[in-house]
């Protein structure tokens, strides 16, 4: 199966910024979709950006404008990069993969997706 491990997590102010990383131990080009998601206590899981396998990006409303998903695919890794979060972005983010590719509308959905790490916790204080 595909492995992922996610980095780059921690605690920042209200207005700071941070990059999370997703390192897969396979290559990332055979993948249809990439994707982060988030999760916080008594919420159900979240889409936050997804990227297919010909790099098109789909954002989520809450974060657009201030989250970035890309990857190199040289070195089989996914980012998140997140600008001006919010306490309300506080959650634990994952990185998934979906083997398959995906109508626009389902990239999101958690349910399409076949792999997922082990998540990194975000908390943004304000």
């Known amino acids: 199966q595909v492995q992922l491990v996610e980095s780059g997590g921690g605690s920042v102010q209200a207005g700071g910024s941070l990059t999370l990383s997703c390192v897969a131990s396979?290559?990332?080009?055979?993948?249809?979709?990439m994707g982060w998601f988030r999760q916080a206590p008594g919420k159900e899981r979240e889409g936050v950006a997804a990227?297919?396998?010909?790099?098109?990006?789909t954002v989520a409303d809450s974060v657009k404008g201030r989250f970035t998903i890309s990857k190199d695919i040289a070195k089989n890794t996914l980012y998140l990069q997140m600008n001006s979060l919010k306490p309300e972005d506080s959650a634990m983010y994952f990185c998934?993969?979906?083997?398959?590719?995906?109508?626009?509308?389902?990239?999101?959905?958690?349910?399409?997706?076949?792999?997922w790490g082990q998540g990194t916790q975000v908390t943004v204080s304000s």
């Open positions: 990227i297919g396998i010909d790099g098109s990006t």
């Open positions: 396979e290559y990332i080009s055979r993948f249809g979709h």
């Open positions: 998934a993969v979906g083997l398959s590719r995906m109508r626009v509308d389902y990239v999101l959905d958690p349910r399409r997706y076949n792999f």
